[in-house]
């Protein structure tokens, strides 16, 4: 069965820097995850109790995967993303066999951040999904988190969900998904940063980039980063038919704007 995409399990390129915004969030990684990943003697010098997972909880394509990406670039660990259909077949046995794959692949690439995308789905708080069935899933996902001894396996899991409330509640005792984190939409100021990451090495006229944070409330990173795609075709666009080359433009960002929507509204 494959297991997330082989492209993925590489070592990001992305970085901290990267991620717009989210101060608070890199610090909370920074200390939980990434310095006694790569510092584990001076953790384990002061009986300083480390392992655990981060649970990121918010809306969509505000950067819970990006972030857990940039994670695995910080701490130089590949990152494997795992979504519930890697998990769940029809036949117990499979689903079992799945998540011990799963977890004999992660300790296979470690250095590795097993990434659970969208948790919530894992678990009996779901009513659509049968809790008899659930229960040895969950059981056995559970026992291999717990498993993980993250100062010598190398090894650690980030998990995500839109859906907090919905998460069972045995994933968030100690040692397993143990702190939850909000990520919320970005402010204005964090989405000055994301618009100037996202226009970072394009053609540009002169850019007023508080005007386009103000512009975009609740606008979340994802939508940012698709006001810069729409604005850069359009003006790609252009220029092929005119044969006539010139940067983005403010009017290009917002038209670009206008011509899209937040996504955040409803969270
Ligand atoms: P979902 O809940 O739908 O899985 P998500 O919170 O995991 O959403 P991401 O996949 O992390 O969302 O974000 C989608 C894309 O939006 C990213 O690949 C990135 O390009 C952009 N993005 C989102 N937030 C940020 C940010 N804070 N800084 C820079 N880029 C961002």
Same mark, same amino acid.
């Given at each position: 069965?494959? *297991?997330?995409?082989?492209?993925?399990?590489?070592?990001?390129?992305?970085?901290?820097?990267?991620?717009?915004?989210?101060?608070?969030?890199?610090?909370?990684?920074?200390?939980?995850?990434?310095?006694?990943?790569?510092?584990?003697?001076?953790?384990?010098?002061?009986?300083?109790?480390?392992?655990?997972?981060?649970?990121?909880?918010?809306?969509?394509?505000?950067?819970?995967?990006?972030?857990?990406?940039?994670?695995?670039?910080?701490?130089?660990?590949?990152?494997?993303?795992?979504?519930?259909?890697?998990?769940?077949?029809?036949?117990?046995?499979?689903?079992?066999?799945?998540?011990?794959?799963?977890?004999?692949?992660?300790?296979?690439?470690?250095?590795?951040?097993?990434?659970?995308?969208?948790?919530?789905?894992?678990?009996?708080?779901?009513?659509?999904?049968?809790?008899?069935?659930?229960?040895?899933?969950?059981?056995?996902?559970?026992?291999?988190?717990?498993?993980?001894?993250?100062?010598?396996?190398?090894?650690?899991?980030?998990?995500?969900?839109?859906?907090?409330?919905?998460?069972?509640?045995?994933?968030?005792?100690?040692?397993?998904?143990?702190?939850?984190?909000?990520?919320?939409?970005?402010?204005?100021?964090?989405? *000055?940063?994301?618009?100037?990451?996202?226009?970072?090495?394009?053609?540009?006229?002169?850019?007023?980039?508080?005007?386009?944070?103000?512009?975009?409330?609740?606008?979340?990173?994802?939508?940012?980063?698709?006001?810069?795609?729409?604005?850069?075709?359009?003006?790609?666009?252009?220029?092929?038919?005119?044969?006539?080359?010139?940067?983005?433009?403010?009017?290009?960002?917002?038209?670009?704007?206008?011509?899209?929507?937040?996504?955040?509204?409803?969270?």
């Amino acid at each position: 069965k494959r *297991i997330g995409n082989s492209l993925d399990q590489e070592t990001p390129a992305v970085r901290f820097h990267d991620v717009g915004g989210l101060d608070n969030l890199k610090e909370i990684i920074r200390m939980k995850i990434v310095k006694p990943f790569i510092n584990p003697g001076l953790f384990d010098r002061f009986r300083k109790k480390t392992g655990g997972g981060i649970l990121l909880f918010g809306p969509p394509g505000c950067g819970k995967t990006y972030i857990a990406k940039a994670t695995a670039g910080e701490c130089n660990a590949k990152f494997i993303p795992v979504h519930i259909t890697d998990i769940l077949d029809p036949y117990l046995g499979m689903s079992s066999q799945n998540i011990k794959d799963i977890f004999a692949n992660a300790r296979a690439k470690k250095p590795c951040i097993l990434f659970f995308d969208e948790i919530d789905t894992v678990g009996y708080n779901r009513s659509k999904l049968s809790s008899e069935h659930m229960r040895p899933i969950v059981d056995h996902l559970l026992a291999e988190i717990e498993g993980i001894d993250s100062s010598t396996d190398k090894l650690l899991i980030i998990g995500a969900t839109n859906m907090p409330w919905d998460v069972d509640s045995a994933f968030k005792r100690p040692g397993r998904f143990d702190k939850t984190v909000f990520v919320p939409p970005p402010d204005e100021a964090a989405r *000055i940063s994301i618009f100037k990451l996202k226009l970072a090495g394009r053609p540009v006229e002169t850019i007023d980039y508080e005007l386009l944070a103000k512009a975009t409330e609740l606008y979340s990173g994802a939508d940012i980063d698709n006001v810069v795609e729409v604005a850069t075709e359009n003006v790609i666009h252009e220029i092929l038919s005119s044969g006539k080359e010139r940067p983005i433009s403010m009017k290009d960002l917002s038209d670009a704007i206008t011509s899209t929507k937040p996504s955040t509204i409803e969270w």
